[in-house]
């Protein structure tokens, strides 16, 4: 596999679309990323995309790479099929694991074996009920420098640092502890 070029780099982190994708890539770089995880893959073309930018800018790492997604269960019959994506990401010389299933259940699954993630992303499709149900297991798959990127439609994003995630999670965790009106 030939390396992702400084030309192609600049290109994907100053005019990819959508545009928050390019704040993913620019993450990448800037904080030597090795650890990915990514919920939602759409295309499973940024899900490439990130894996050759860590590898450009952690020559030496084994770049780990998680995704998680409903793949041939999705319902809009999209084309991204578990085993072609993983056969595709896995020739990108990563350590890939795909992990099909919505949200909440795929982070519980794999929280407690992604410890020291570098940066999670998760993609807007995801709806925010599905979101909430899952925050509380993202703080446990964090370390200090990690970064959190939540997408949303409309090319809007939110970047979080490993203290605002732990403080969403609690707020959540506060949330579900309140018995319903009756």
């Known amino acids: 596999m030939k390396p992702?070029?400084?030309?192609?780099?600049?290109?994907?982190?100053?005019?990819?679309?959508?545009?928050?994708?390019?704040?993913?890539?620019?993450s990448i770089r800037t904080s030597g990323v090795t650890s990915i995880v990514e919920v939602g893959l759409s295309n499973g073309e940024?899900?490439?995309n990130m894996?050759?930018?860590?590898?450009k800018f952690s020559p030496d790492a084994k770049i780990r790479y998680t995704g998680i997604d409903?793949?041939?269960?999705?319902?809009?019959?999209?084309?991204?099929?578990?085993?072609?994506?993983?056969?595709?990401?896995?020739?990108?010389g990563a350590k890939a694991k795909l992990v099909p299933g919505e949200f909440?259940?795929?982070?519980?699954?794999?929280?407690?074996?992604?410890?020291?993630?570098?940066l999670v992303i998760i993609?807007?499709?995801?709806?925010?009920?599905?979101?909430?149900?899952?925050?509380?297991?993202?703080p446990r798959m964090l370390h200090p420098n990690s970064v959190v990127i939540v997408m949303y439609p409309g090319d809007q994003y939110e970047t979080l640092n490993f203290l605002e995630v732990g403080k969403r999670a609690s707020a959540v965790a506060d949330r579900s502890k309140i018995p319903a009106a009756a």
């Open 104 to 118: 909440s259940d795929g982070i519980q699954r794999i929280a407690n074996s992604h410890t020291r993630t570098d």
């Open 51 to 55: 894996i050759r930018i860590a590898q």
């Open 70 to 92: 409903l793949f041939d269960a999705r319902i809009d019959h999209s084309p991204l099929k578990l085993l072609d994506t993983h056969k595709r990401l896995n020739n990108l």
């Open 123 to 138: 993609d807007s499709p995801v709806d925010s009920d599905e979101i909430e149900a899952g925050w509380r297991f993202v």
């Open 4 to 26: 992702m070029s400084a030309w192609r780099y600049f290109a994907l982190s100053r005019f990819s679309k959508p545009t928050n994708d390019r704040i993913a890539y620019q």
């Open 46 to 48: 940024r899900a490439e």
